[in-house]
Structures are given as structure tokens and as C-alpha cells.
């Protein structure tokens, strides 16, 4: 069983940075791929981000590519989201999830029902 915890949201201005963490409290996290989602009422869980546990590979959403950065500290754990020149509609509420297995093609990553456990999700609001 994997139990996640993210932190780091708040509120910030347009143009503005944030830094998510999302610390895994279970021995064998390290073998999981990880991945970040958002939501905003009424809509879809929507992908931002996912990585392998080596690192080797990472995958964006169009909207945030170029802006977002997802790493991990598997000694630590933990798995981040920084998250550069903000915009309002990176609004929600973002949830990290642990997959089933170390490494996800991108077709794999950016689907929710691929991850087994998730967060309880940290909102970020960022106002413009």
C-alpha cells in the first residue's frame, strides 16, 4: 500500500512560481512511476506530468510543457512539480499518483486509471 502526501500550494500572483512535493510513505515507493494531475470542479482529472522511478523519462501536457518540471529524490521518497511563470488557468487542484509499475510510455502516463494510488490533493490558486 502506497500513501502519498503532497504540499506546497497556495496562492500566487500571475507570472509567479510554486513548488509542489509529494512525499510517499511506503517502502518500495521507489519502484513506482509517478505522475501529477489536476482538477478544477465540474471537469476531468486532466494529466500534468509523470516520471519514471530512474528518471530517465518525463512526459508534459501541452499547457504546461516548458513551464513545469517534474523530478524525484527516490532517497527522499519524494517526487516534485515546479512550476514556473504561472498562469490563471493552471488554477486547481493538484493531485500526485504512484503507478503500478517502474516505468509508463507516454500513452500509459497521462491516463488517471493507470495510477493505483493517489494523493489528497493541494490547491493552487493563482490569481491574475
Known amino acids: 500500500q502506497v500513501q502519498l502526501v503532497e504540499s506546497g500550494g497556495g496562492l500566487v500572483q500571475a507570472g509567479g512560481s510554486l513548488r509542489l512535493s509529494c512525499v510517499a510513505s511506503?517502502?518500495?515507493?521507489?519502484?513506482?512511476?509517478m505522475g501529477w494531475f489536476r482538477q478544477v470542479p465540474g471537469k476531468e482529472r486532466e494529466f500534468v506530468a509523470a516520471?519514471?522511478?530512474?528518471?530517465?523519462?518525463?512526459y508534459y501536457s501541452d499547457p504546461v510543457k516548458g513551464r513545469f518540471t517534474i523530478s524525484r529524490d527516490n532517497a527522499k521518497n519524494t517526487v516534485y512539480l515546479q512550476m514556473n511563470s504561472l498562469k490563471a488557468e493552471d488554477t486547481a487542484v493538484y493531485y500526485c499518483?504512484?503507478?503500478?509499475?517502474?516505468?509508463?510510455?507516454?500513452?500509459?502516463?497521462?491516463?488517471?486509471?493507470?495510477?493505483?494510488?493517489w494523493g489528497q490533493g493541494t490547491q493552487v490558486t493563482v490569481s491574475s
Open positions: 511506503v517502502r518500495g515507493y521507489n519502484s513506482h512511476a
Open positions: 516520471i519514471s522511478w530512474s528518471r530517465t523519462s518525463t
Open positions: 499518483a504512484a503507478g503500478n509499475s517502474p516505468n509508463y510510455g507516454m500513452k500509459k502516463a497521462v491516463k488517471a486509471r493507470e495510477y493505483d494510488y
